[in-house]
């Protein structure tokens, strides 16, 4: 079993930037890839930044460039620096942890960006 625990969100005016944190504890030997994914009020979830265990990351489309997730995995943390925030921003964002065949999620933390 993978614990994870996020933290950093909270309420920041449009062009903000707020710094989120996954610490993964736990069984973690062997985690693969880890990410932030987000579900906006009335639409699905998505994926918003994804880090593997080798620091490649891939990003939507609609936060390259404004977003930048990093990984200490000597602290088993994950990081999503977000720069430039907008009100389409505003979701609940969750972390994932990649650990085959199993998938960890945390119990997400709220960012609110008003404009």
């Known amino acids: 079993q993978v614990q994870l625990v996020e933290s950093g969100g909270g309420l920041v005016q449009a062009g903000g930037s707020l710094r989120l944190s996954c610490a993964a504890s736990?069984?973690?030997?062997?985690?693969?890839?880890m990410g932030w994914y987000r579900q906006p009020p009335g639409k699905q979830r998505e994926l918003v930044a994804l880090i593997t265990s080798g620091g490649s990351a891939i990003y939507a489309d609609s936060v390259k460039g404004r977003f930048t997730i990093s990984r200490d995995n000597v602290r088993n943390t994950v990081y999503l620096q977000m720069n430039s925030l907008n009100p389409e921003d505003t979701s609940v964002y969750s972390c994932n942890a990649d650990q085959f065949p199993y998938h960890y999620w945390g119990q997400g933390t709220q960012v609110t960006v008003s404009s």
């Open positions: 736990g069984s973690i030997v062997s985690l693969r890839a």
